[in-house]
Nanobody
Framework: VQLQASGGGLVQAGGSLRLSCVAS????????MGWYRQAPGKQRELVGLALSRGSTTYADSVKGRFTISRDNAKNTVYLQMNSLKSEDTAVYYC??????????WGQGTQVTVSS
């Protein structure tokens, strides 16, 4: 599975961005699609996951502000980010977990939030 992430950019604190991750094949059977982020000097961390059954889960730091959604018809996963904070600045990566054992990563998209 190849993943292509896009939608990053520079935004002021309090603003919004929507990231997209397009997969090279159908995502309807992919167990888990997710978003992670990595800030300078920090480890990559989970932002949120969207399971094939439809449920979602989020890191505490983004709950209530970020929303993950899957559009199986477009083979696309979205990350809607609202009320952005400077601490959300990072490179955001999409991820696909196939058959609960194979991990695939997109190339990352930079999000910069200015205060």
């Amino acid at each position: 599975v190849q993943l292509q992430a896009s939608g990053g950019g520079l935004v002021q604190a309090g603003g919004s961005l929507r990231l997209s991750c397009v997969a090279s094949e159908s995502i309807s059977s992919i167990n888990v699609m997710g978003w992670y982020r990595q800030a300078p000097g920090k480890q990559r961390e989970l932002v949120g996951l969207a399971l094939s059954r439809g449920s979602t889960t989020y890191a505490d730091s983004v709950k209530g502000r970020f929303t993950i959604s899957r559009d199986n018809a477009k083979n696309t996963v979205y990350l809607q980010m609202n009320s952005l904070k400077s601490e959300d600045t990072a490179v955001y990566y999409c991820n696909a977990l196939v058959n609960l054992k194979s991990n695939y990563w997109g190339q990352g998209t930079q999000v910069t939030v200015s205060s």
